[in-house]
């Protein structure tokens, strides 16, 4: 296994670089967030970030360009995430 070649994402709200296997990936389509399907435009959130919702969703109003009850549902979110 090269470790070197491990895929590098940012995390949108602090913007940490972290490894993409340890990073919340999420997509967000009409107002409906949702673990990342593998089609359309995709985020990632540290698991530091994920603690903090209320700091998150403001980054996840600016990701999805609008407005919803994106706390609630990050929450759900990261709920299936951690039993994963
Ligand atoms: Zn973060």
């Not at 903090?52 to 609630?72: G, L, W």
Request: charged share 35%; proline share 1%.
């Amino acid at each position: 296994m090269n470790l070197k070649n491990k895929p590098i994402r940012s995390c949108i709200v602090c913007r940490v670089r972290s490894e993409q296997n340890i990073m919340l990936r999420l997509q967000c389509n009409d107002k409906t967030l949702s673990i990342f399907s593998g089609k359309g435009r995709s985020f990632y959130l540290c698991s530091k970030c994920c603690e903090d919702n209320k700091k998150s969703v403001k980054s996840i109003y600016r990701q999805c360009k609008n407005k919803a009850e994106y706390e609630e549902q990050l929450k759900e979110m990261i709920e299936i995430w951690k039993t994963k």
